[in-house]
């Protein structure tokens, strides 16, 4: 999740989705493989030779590998507890730095930008998985959470400092690239240090501080707001600190591998760093990573950044990018089919019902939750007169949920053996919810019914979020498992640009006329005030005309936005009965090959078509070896 609400109450699906990646890329890396002829694979070559990957990755995986041979008790207690910090203070930013936001951007009096900065967090935060990712294996897993720690602490005081919106636009853009960076970090750490009986039991653990930081964060809030800035030095300072032991671990680790001469020679050592890099930029698909964050950021940012424009949509510079974007999209789609040898979306598994239906489930799902979501604490804040404790408190219920029904999901799937119908009923609840929340969010509504409709979301999404992956991930031979949870991950993550977007877009078309409407005054300057600000409307008592009339103002546009959240919904339970399988989950590691995790046959039912190509056949059995 980036630093916004939105992507906290989806870090668990975020979670669960790197955490097949990395246990997927742990398999393989592992393996060594002959040369093979991939010219014949659909579209440019769609699966990877491990012989050129090792070659560019060697510099962070020998590490690795060198680290299994020093590892003894007393050293693993220290790496693990070092994950543990590293998980908590990763979980109490998430919960709590997000909320911040509102203020510092009320603070320069450009409240409504915040919903454009949480989209281009949200593009970032998108991109950015593969390429830290990449940047682990490359460098090492050490040095890679340096260069997290400094993002994030750069990003930070930047920020902290801030004295216009585009400090504080530059600061999170620094943050977003250390925050989805540590994600990565810690399930590559945790599939790196665990054998698969525990990896599971091992990263519950990790992600169980989200449920403890929702309460802790509430009382963090009380005491640090309306201080913004103190509530984001306090991480630039609690961030290092907590990464510290699992730096220092990794790195006594490194030491004394290279001490012991168990760090093997490296092809990577004998090449100049230009080559490399380039040779890790082809690998991780960088070109089309940029074609994507642009091709995004130019369609996407324009949304939100026209009502503000001079001339707004006459704009030419407006026009630019929204045009330039929209040339770049289709091309981008067009290099990302024929170019790259490892493509981050391969365009042919979108011919594939389930792969395309989570894709489609998971992208229109983020598209409505950040609808309604983007702008959610400052209606509350706005409309409410609760503390800043119990603003945090509301703002964790949905996160809260999702991670506690997405176990229950994770149950129901083990003992039941089936996902489809559990994911149909999920999707039902979570529409319910939302058309719940257009009268929640009215006149009339309560704040019984605003909690409520956040739980029954809550409890929808966990469900869903645990089974779209599986989904995926069951419609594909074990080999390309990394690759397809990485595609409908970034896919979903895109509905979070989306979302963010047209959520700005709308609240900067309509807020300005509402408030004008609304509010009792011909004072330009003080409307301007309010739109800018949630905390000079805060400063008017409850029962003020000027209060009444933004919180008239504030219900009127939420009613938009809800009720495009509420359209938007419609479609991920159709896409659940269009496209997903009902697929008995076995002993088998998916529904291609009917093979376990060692590779051997199970004996089940294949449920899909085993349509690779002779080579992509035997790339897979040559791994096997």
């Known amino acids: 999740m980036s630093s916004t609400a939105p992507e906290l109450s989806y870090s668990s699906t975020s979670r669960r989705f790197d955490n097949d990646h990395i246990d997927a890329n742990e398999e393989e890396g592992k393996k060594t493989i002959p040369h093979q002829d991939l010219n014949d694979q659909e579209g440019g070559a769609q699966f990877y030779d491990d012989n050129s990957s090792q070659e560019n990755m060697l510099a962070g995986v020998a590490k690795v590998e060198a680290l299994q041979a020093v590892w003894g008790p007393t050293s693993k207690w220290f790496l693990f507890v070092g994950i543990g910090l590293s998980a908590y203070i990763y979980s109490l930013d998430g919960v709590t730095t997000w909320q911040y936001l509102s203020y510092a951007t009320s603070s320069v009096l450009k409240h409504s930008v915040s919903g454009t900065i949480s989209t281009a967090n949200a593009i970032i935060i998108a991109v950015g998985k593969p390429l830290m990712a990449k940047l682990a294996d490359v460098v090492g897993r050490a040095e890679t959470f340096v260069i997290v720690t400094v993002l994030y602490v750069v990003g930070y005081i930047v920020i902290a400092t801030a004295n216009d919106v585009n400090q504080i636009a530059g600061g999170q853009v620094l943050y977003s690239f250390g925050y989805t960076g540590l994600q990565m970090l810690q399930q590559i750490v945790i599939a790196d240090m665990t054998n698969l009986r525990w990896r599971g039991l091992v990263t519950g653990l990790v992600s169980a501080p989200f449920i403890i930081n929702n309460f802790v964060s509430a009382e963090i809030a009380e005491g640090v707001l309306p201080n913004w800035r103190w509530g984001y030095a306090m991480f630039a300072i609690l961030v290092p600190v907590s990464l510290a032991p699992i730096i220092a671990t990794l790195f006594w680790a490194q030491w004394k591998a290279k001490k012991l001469d168990h760090i093997k020679a490296q092809p990577n050592a004998y090449k100049p760093w230009s080559k490399v890099i380039t040779d890790a930029a082809i690998e991780m698909d960088l070109a089309g990573l940029i074609l994507i964050a642009a091709s995004l950021a130019l369609i996407?940012?324009?949304?939100?950044?026209?009502?503000?424009?001079?001339?707004?949509?006459?704009?030419?510079?407006?026009?630019?990018?929204?045009?330039?974007?929209?040339?770049?999209?289709?091309?981008?789609?067009?290099?990302?089919?024929?170019?790259?040898?490892?493509?981050?979306?391969?365009?042919?598994?979108?011919?594939?019902?389930?792969?395309?239906?989570?894709?489609?489930?998971?992208?229109?799902?983020?598209?409505?939750?950040?609808?309604?979501?983007?702008?959610?604490?400052?209606?509350?804040?706005?409309?409410?007169?609760?503390?800043?404790?119990?603003?945090?408190?509301?703002?964790?219920?949905?996160?809260?949920?999702?991670?506690?029904?997405?176990?229950?999901?994770?149950?129901?799937?083990?003992?039941?053996?089936?996902?489809?119908?559990?994911?149909?009923?999920?999707?039902?609840?979570?529409?319910?919810?939302?058309?719940?929340?257009?009268?929640?969010?009215?006149?009339?509504?309560?704040?019984?019914?605003?909690?409520?409709?956040?739980?029954?979301?809550?409890?929808?999404?966990?469900?869903?979020?645990?089974?779209?992956?599986?989904?995926?991930?069951?419609?594909?031979?074990?080999?390309?498992?990394?690759?397809?949870?990485?595609?409908?991950?970034?896919?979903?993550?895109?509905?979070?640009?989306?979302?963010?977007?047209?959520?700005?877009?709308?609240?900067?078309?309509?807020?300005?006329?509402?408030?004008?409407?609304?509010?009792?005054?011909?004072?330009?300057?003080?409307?301007?005030?309010?739109?800018?600000?949630?905390?000079?409307?805060?400063?008017?008592?409850?029962?003020?005309?000027?209060?009444?009339?933004?919180?008239?103002?504030?219900?009127?546009?939420?009613?938009?936005?809800?009720?495009?959240?509420?359209?938007?919904?419609?479609?991920?339970?159709?896409?659940?009965?269009?496209?997903?399988?009902?697929?008995?989950?076995?002993?088998?590691?998916?529904?291609?090959?009917?093979?376990?995790?060692?590779?051997?046959?199970?004996?089940?039912?294949?449920?899909?078509?085993?349509?690779?190509?002779?080579?992509?056949?035997?790339?897979e059995t040559s791994q096997r070896v």
């Open 300 to 619: 996407l940012l324009p949304l939100g950044l026209a009502p503000s424009a001079k001339g707004q949509w006459h704009n030419a510079s407006m026009i630019a990018m929204v045009t330039i974007g929209a040339v770049l999209f289709p091309l981008m789609l067009v290099y990302e089919w024929k170019v790259p040898r490892r493509p981050v979306v391969p365009m042919r598994w979108l011919k594939r019902g389930p792969i395309l239906g989570a894709c489609l489930i998971g992208f229109t799902d983020f598209v409505s939750f950040y609808l309604q979501y983007t702008y959610l604490y400052s209606y509350v804040y706005v409309t409410q007169t609760w503390s800043y404790r119990d603003l945090t408190y509301y703002s964790a219920t949905q996160s809260l949920a999702l991670t506690i029904f997405g176990i229950c999901g994770g149950i129901i799937m083990y003992f039941t053996r089936r996902f489809k119908w559990m994911l149909f009923a999920g999707l039902l609840v979570r529409l319910i919810g939302c058309g719940l929340m257009l009268k929640a969010r009215s006149a009339t509504g309560n704040t019984a019914e605003l909690v409520m409709c956040q739980v029954l979301q809550g409890l929808g999404g966990g469900f869903a979020a645990i089974a779209i992956q599986v989904s995926a991930q069951a419609a594909v031979a074990h080999v390309d498992v990394a690759t397809v949870t990485a595609m409908v991950l970034l896919i979903t993550e895109v509905g979070n640009s989306a979302g963010s977007a047209a959520a700005t877009q709308i609240w900067a078309s309509h807020m300005p006329a509402a408030l004008a409407k609304h509010v009792p005054t011909t004072n330009a300057t003080l409307l301007a005030d309010l739109y800018g600000s949630i905390t000079q409307i805060a400063l008017y008592p409850q029962d003020d005309p000027i209060r009444i009339g933004a919180i008239t103002a504030y219900q009127s546009v939420m009613y938009k936005l809800v009720l495009g959240a509420l359209i938007v919904a419609i479609f991920p339970p159709i896409f659940c009965i269009l496209f997903t399988k009902d697929i008995k989950l076995t002993r088998a590691q998916n529904a291609v090959d009917a093979k376990d995790l060692a590779g051997n046959p199970t004996g089940e039912d294949r449920e899909f078509e085993d349509n690779r190509t002779p080579s992509e056949r035997n790339l």
